[in-house]
């Protein structure tokens, strides 16, 4: 079975400085595809940032990037800068074929 | 292109009414699914649409929820009837093969 485990429930973190926030899955698959999902308190989901497994580069969005290790299976990511517009839940999400496994989110909360 | 169209925005009704939920998934998208998404059990997948054709409706809590795809360009999600434990945001969102979903704005139903 595919799981997707996000133990940081909550976090915060002052404006401009760095967090990372944690994720990791279980799964017997070799190829699939990582990506954290945004949701604002508009609670539109947005794609943050996709990561394909036979890619070894970390992918980079901006002020977003990951740190993919496969062999541990794990998926962090990194916001840089942080803006108060990215107070929000952060979803981990691992997709194989048609599904998706969603992780339970970490709530971010971005202090002035 | 507009996105996933998810409408109603927003639904009140009374328990025991049908509610219907309306999506429009984003053309060449493939694949649709149903999530609700609430405070106790985060998001849950209630059924998925690969070609119009459901796959897995493992997840739909009870036979008062049904879903249909008449084509590619439309789905709905009954609740018939509704109970106020059926209050939720429900997402439904859309994807072409392993990209990652595109979700609509979700429609938030509250059965009073």
């Known amino acids: 079975a595919q799981t997707v485990t996000q133990s940081q429930p909550e976090m915060s973190v002052q404006e401009a400085e760095t967090v990372t926030l944690s994720c990791t899955y279980d799964?017997?698959?070799?190829?699939?595809?990582l990506f954290w999902y945004k949701q604002p308190p508009s609670r539109q989901m947005i794609l943050v940032i996709r990561?394909?497994?036979?890619?070894?580069q970390n992918a980079t969005e901006n002020r977003f990037s990951v740190n993919f290790q496969k062999a541990a299976k794990s998926f962090s990511l990194k916001i840089s800068d942080s803006q108060l517009g990215d107070t929000a839940m952060y979803f981990c999400?691992?997709?194989?074929?048609?599904?998706?496994?969603f992780g339970t989110g970490t709530s971010l909360t971005v202090i002035p | 292109d507009a996105g996933v169209i998810q409408s109603p925005r927003h639904e009140v009704t009374e328990m025991g009414q049908e509610v219907t939920l309306r999506c429009k998934p984003i053309?060449?998208?493939?694949?649709l699914f149903w999530y609700r998404q609430t405070m106790m059990r985060g998001l849950e997948l209630l059924i998925y649409?690969?070609?119009?054709?459901?796959?897995?409706d493992s997840g739909m809590p009870e036979d008062r929820f049904s879903a249909k795809m008449p084509n590619a360009s439309f789905s709905t999600l009954k609740i018939q009837p509704s109970e106020p434990r059926d209050s939720a945001v429900y997402f439904c969102?859309?994807?072409?093969?392993?990209?990652?979903?595109?979700f609509g704005s979700g429609t938030r139903l509250t059965v009073v």
């Open positions: 969102a859309s994807s072409s093969r392993n990209y990652g979903y595109t």
């Open positions: 799964t017997s698959e070799n190829n699939y595809y």
């Open positions: 990561q394909e497994a036979y890619k070894q």
């Open positions: 999400a691992f997709i194989s074929g048609n599904q998706f496994y």
């Open positions: 053309s060449g998208h493939n694949s």
């Open positions: 649409f690969n070609n119009n054709v459901p796959i897995d």
